[in-house]
């Protein structure tokens, strides 16, 4: 029987260290791009290691890291046998996107303003390095003796996590039987949508502008199948996902370059499209249905040489059987500590979570943060997290994790 009073007092008494442990995560940059995320794992390990824990680095071999599009990988294990039972695994990403510009505090400053930390990655996900260690210590004092609770801090989750969780599964590293994945504090997440990045490359010939005939425009040849996707675009309206807070397909054209002077004739277009899927949808036949409809606007320029090349199939998120009883055990903890109703429900973004799902394991999301991305600055200016909330998730996690190990709640799904 575990002490779940004994998980209160030991965080209520932790909350300045932990605090400090999350401000020197925050202070070392690790952005990807450009993704040279081994000094963070780093320092990430040697804080854990002053925490008493047992780091495992493994590092991703040099020539799969470049074809992930970074410069250094270390994934992070640390592994607590409680006893005989299942294997829970924790996963949250230290690599964060660059900072961009309109911050008013430094990005790697930790600065700490009315109970609000700021800085980069403070939110998605650092925090959760801090959630969780400190959820696994408050368990080492509740009496637990049963079951194993795994950390599992990678470094690619901005690059597609190909390379982070994938790669810890796939090589055998981690086999867990259930996993929870970074998320905020007001909800759980049990679904997300999938992606799918395209890359649409439109070659010509260039030519005097003068003589604009003797060539062949690509910028015309891209624009049709712009005006295509655009109007493939406005008819995702009519889908909408029976999972709450998901919403319609999306496509958004995020990047456009080409062209080589004001007075050329634009011989390459280069494009990249994001397509985002519901859970409902099979992510080999939404990749048809958009190449079908580049293709088919590309035949109205014949002279043009139109190629796609996909940069990412990311697959959505779908519960798997012991998500709703491994979601509602959680839901159960927050709503309490929250002191609000905490619920299931699915997100319109994709995650390193389906990698875990894809295996075989069911995972849900949850972690430090505020109600919503936007109230974070996620990826924008001024990111932040309210400490209360990091506080109020780790012993939402270290309840959890009691109740789900001590009765072995797994078995019963």
Same mark, same amino acid.
């Given at each position: 029987?575990?002490?779940? $009073? #004994?998980?209160?007092?030991?965080?209520?008494?932790?909350?300045?260290? $932990?605090?400090?442990?999350?401000?020197?995560?925050?202070?070392?940059?690790?952005?990807?791009?450009?993704?040279?995320?081994?000094?963070?794992?780093?320092?990430?390990?040697?804080?854990?290691?002053?925490?008493?824990?047992?780091?495992?680095?493994?590092?991703?071999?040099?020539?799969?890291?470049?074809?992930?599009?970074?410069?250094?990988?270390?994934?992070?294990?640390?592994?607590?046998? =409680?006893?005989?039972?299942?294997?829970?695994?924790?996963?949250?990403?230290?690599?964060?996107?660059?900072? !961009?510009?309109?911050?008013?505090?430094?990005?790697?400053? #930790? &600065?700490?303003?009315?109970?609000?930390?700021?800085?980069?990655?403070?939110?998605?996900?650092?925090?959760?390095?801090?959630?969780?260690?400190?959820?696994?210590?408050?368990?080492?004092?509740?009496?637990?003796?049963?079951?194993?609770?795994?950390?599992?801090?990678?470094?690619?989750?901005?690059?597609?996590?190909?390379?982070?969780?994938?790669?810890?599964?796939?090589? !055998?590293?981690?086999?867990?039987?259930? @996993?929870?994945?970074?998320?905020?504090?007001?909800?759980?997440?049990?679904?997300?949508?999938?992606?799918?990045?395209?890359?649409?490359?439109?070659?010509?010939?260039?030519?005097?502008?003068?003589?604009?005939?003797?060539?062949?425009? @690509?910028?015309?040849?891209?624009?049709?199948?712009?005006?295509?996707?655009?109007?493939?675009?406005?008819?995702?309206?009519?889908?909408?996902?029976?999972?709450?807070?998901?919403?319609?397909? $999306?496509?958004?054209?995020?990047?456009?370059?080409?062209?080589?002077?004001?007075?050329?004739?634009?011989?390459?277009?280069?494009?990249?499209?994001?397509?985002?899927?519901?859970?409902?949808?099979?992510? &080999?036949?939404?990749?048809?249905?958009?190449?079908?409809?580049?293709?088919?606007?590309?035949?109205? =320029?014949? $002279? #043009?040489?139109?190629?796609?090349?996909?940069?990412?199939?990311?697959?959505?998120?779908?519960?798997?059987? !012991?998500?709703?009883?491994?979601?509602?055990?959680?839901?159960?903890?927050?709503?309490?500590?929250?002191? &609000?109703? *905490?619920?299931?429900?699915? *997100?319109?973004?994709?995650?390193?979570?389906?990698?875990? @799902?894809?295996?075989?394991?069911?995972?849900?999301?949850?972690?430090?943060?505020?109600?919503?991305?936007?109230?974070?600055?996620?990826?924008?200016?001024?990111?932040?997290?309210?400490?209360?909330?990091?506080?109020?998730?780790? &012993?939402? *996690?270290?309840?959890?994790?009691?109740?789900?190990?001590?009765?072995?709640?797994?078995?019963?799904?």
């Amino acid at each position: 029987m575990t002490d779940a $009073q #004994a998980i209160r007092d030991f965080l209520r008494a932790s909350r300045e260290a $932990q605090t400090r442990f999350l401000a020197e995560l925050v202070k070392v940059p690790s952005d990807n791009p450009p993704g040279d995320c081994a000094p963070h794992a780093e320092r990430a390990g040697a804080l854990l290691e002053d925490l008493g824990f047992t780091v495992e680095r493994h590092r991703v071999p040099d020539d799969l890291v470049r074809a992930n599009g970074m410069a250094s990988a270390v994934n992070l294990v640390v592994r607590r046998r =409680f006893g005989d039972g299942p294997v829970v695994a924790l996963n949250a990403h230290g690599d964060v996107v660059p900072p !961009g510009e309109g911050w008013t505090k430094d990005p790697y400053g #930790a &600065e700490i303003v009315d109970g609000w930390m700021y800085g980069r990655g403070v939110a998605v996900s650092k925090s959760d390095f801090a959630t969780y260690a400190y959820a696994l210590l408050a368990l080492e004092k509740s009496g637990l003796d049963r079951g194993t609770v795994e950390l599992h801090l990678t470094y690619d989750e901005e690059a597609g996590g190909e390379i982070g969780p994938k790669w810890l599964l796939d090589e !055998g590293i981690s086999k867990p039987d259930c @996993a929870i994945g970074a998320g905020f504090s007001y909800g759980v997440v049990t679904a997300h949508n999938g992606c799918l990045h395209l890359e649409v490359e439109v070659n010509g010939k260039s030519a005097h502008a003068a003589l604009p005939g003797t060539g062949i425009d @690509a910028l015309e040849a891209a624009t049709g199948v712009l005006n295509a996707l655009y109007a493939l675009r406005k008819t995702y309206g009519e889908t909408v996902s029976a999972v709450p807070g998901i919403g319609s397909p $999306q496509l958004t054209v995020g990047l456009i370059k080409g062209g080589i002077n004001t007075n050329v004739v634009p011989d390459r277009i280069m494009l990249r499209l994001d397509r985002r899927m519901i859970p409902e949808e099979t992510p &080999e036949a939404v990749e048809e249905g958009v190449r079908a409809v580049i293709a088919e606007a590309a035949r109205a =320029f014949p $002279q #043009a040489r139109v190629a796609v090349r996909r940069i990412l199939l990311a697959r959505p998120l779908k519960p798997l059987p !012991g998500t709703d009883r491994l979601a509602g055990i959680l839901c159960g903890h927050a709503s309490r500590v929250m002191g &609000e109703p *905490v619920e299931a429900r699915g *997100v319109p973004l994709y995650t390193d979570a389906r990698h875990y @799902a894809d295996a075989g394991v069911p995972i849900i999301l949850y972690g430090a943060g505020p109600h919503t991305i936007e109230e974070a600055n996620a990826h924008r200016a001024d990111e932040r997290l309210p400490l209360s909330d990091l506080h109020k998730a780790t &012993e939402v *996690v270290a309840l959890t994790l009691a109740d789900l190990l001590a009765a072995d709640l797994l078995a019963a799904s």
